[in-house]
């Protein structure tokens, strides 16, 4: 009854270096996000995916890339890094029904120096 | 556009008094509202919300919320609080993004509760 899984927990990069951020979920959701949490300001959309093959710029994209290649998989990817990137990263999940609550995984806090 | 206000950032009360996040929002659309709870190096997770259906919403944990429409408020509240109920909560409002009926969620800036011993 794993829910919403982020990989890795913890990461710290030199600016310019590159990753991928894992989100899985194991609910058979059709759509999934990724947000990105910073102190005084809430949680900010970076991309969204209503089903398989499918993605779409959110509030913040610059900067990132996503891909969902399988239905319970949605990657995030920082292809160059910046010092402004850094953050914890939340990817979440929710049924493709009108006003159900989005499942939050634990998140993602990276470092970029 | 959508918008939420959450009026406090910090709340501390007395461990067993009331609980009182205020949360106001607007909305261009009938929205749906959320509370979301936040533990220390936690992701979210949802303590009630709010569809249209009754006004007095109950969660758990022993929270609820009462949905206001002429006050567009959202006020999350607890009787009696205890320990464990220190953390960041989120008042959260969603309206329609796309004709896939994908909605976005507009997230407060949270308030931290903390709970005096």
């Known amino acids: 009854n794993a829910g919403v899984t982020q990989t890795p927990k913890f990461r710290v990069l030199k600016t310019g270096q590159s990753m991928t951020l894992l989100c899985a979920q194991d609910?058979?959701?059709?759509?999934m996000y990724w947000y990105r949490q910073d102190p005084g300001m809430g949680l900010r959309l970076i991309h969204y995916?209503?089903?398989?093959?499918?993605?779409a710029k959110g509030e913040v994209p610059d900067g990132y890339n996503v891909s969902r290649l399988k239905k319970q998989n949605f990657l995030l990817g920082l292809e160059s890094a910046a010092p402004s990137q850094t953050s914890v990263y939340f990817c979440?999940?929710?049924?493709?029904?009108?006003?159900?609550?989005?499942?939050f995984g634990d998140g993602t806090r990276l470092s970029i120096l | 556009a959508q918008s939420v206000t959450q009026l406090d950032s910090h709340v501390s009360v007395s461990e067993g008094t009331p609980v009182l996040l205020r949360c106001n929002y607007s909305?261009?659309?009938?929205?749906?509202l959320f509370w979301y709870v936040q533990h220390p190096n936690k992701g979210l997770q949802l303590l009630l919300k709010?569809?249209?259906?009754?006004?007095l919403v109950k969660g758990i944990n022993g929270f609820e919320a009462e949905f206001k429409k002429s006050e567009t408020s959202f006020h999350l509240t607890k009787p009696s609080a205890h320990m464990s109920d220190a953390a960041e909560y989120f008042c959260?409002?969603?309206?329609?993004?796309?004709?896939?009926?994908?909605?976005?969620?507009?997230f407060g800036t949270g308030t931290r509760l903390t709970i005096i011993p």
């Open positions: 979440a999940s929710r049924r493709q029904v009108r006003s159900q609550p989005q499942h």
């Open positions: 959260v409002v969603t309206d329609p993004i796309s004709n896939f009926g994908n909605e976005k969620l507009t």
């Open positions: 995916s209503v089903g398989e093959g499918t993605t």
């Open positions: 909305s261009s659309y009938s929205p749906s």
């Open positions: 709010y569809t249209s259906a009754a006004t």
């Open positions: 609910m058979n959701h059709e759509y």
